[in-house]
């Protein structure tokens, strides 16, 4: 059974899928990661979510305020085995129930047109295309997202 536990940036199992995450990013993003990572700093991130399958941490995410009315979502990531089953789904839209308690009316994102199954889940998941955002502006691989999320 999957389980999600509310957490910070300061998590051990958040920490190791972080640098899976990473790692991946790298490989995708090639040359253009060094950009790309400066934006992804997880040292005070207090808003993270971390999945267990079976006991085993299979995905995270986290949230942070971007402005009054927007959470910018960060940091998803799923292990590549476990991918397909639903767990990135889940931790998105523990995100956004977080982001609407937190009194927030829309979580806001950007990811990279080389990640096609992102860009999927987001599609599928409400969120719509929008300008690229703050330091997104004028990036041409990347493509940000806008959702309204429910109260």
């Known amino acids: 059974m999957l389980q999600i536990k509310r957490t910070s ?40 979510l971390v999945a267990y399958w079976d006991g085993e941490a299979v995905g995270c995410g986290a949230i942070r305020p971007y402005d009054d009315t927007s959470m910018e979502v960060k940091r998803m990531y799923v292990q590549p085995e476990q ?14 129930n977080w982001a609407a308690e937190l009194n927030y009316d829309f979580c806001i994102l950007e990811t990279g047109k080389k990640q096609s199954e992102a860009m999927q889940l987001y599609a599928k998941s409400g969120y719509k295309v929008i300008e690229n955002y703050g330091q997104y502006k004028g990036v041409e691989n990347s493509v940000c997202f806008k959702k309204a999320v429910s109260r």
């Open 9 to 48: 940036s300061e998590d051990f199992d958040f920490q190791f899928l972080v640098k899976k995450l990473d790692a991946y990013l790298a490989f995708v993003d090639g040359d253009d990661h060094a950009y790309y990572h400066q934006f992804n700093k997880t040292d005070s991130l207090q808003y993270v």
């Open 83 to 96: 991918r397909g089953k639903g767990f990135a789904k889940a931790v998105l839209t523990e995100l956004e």
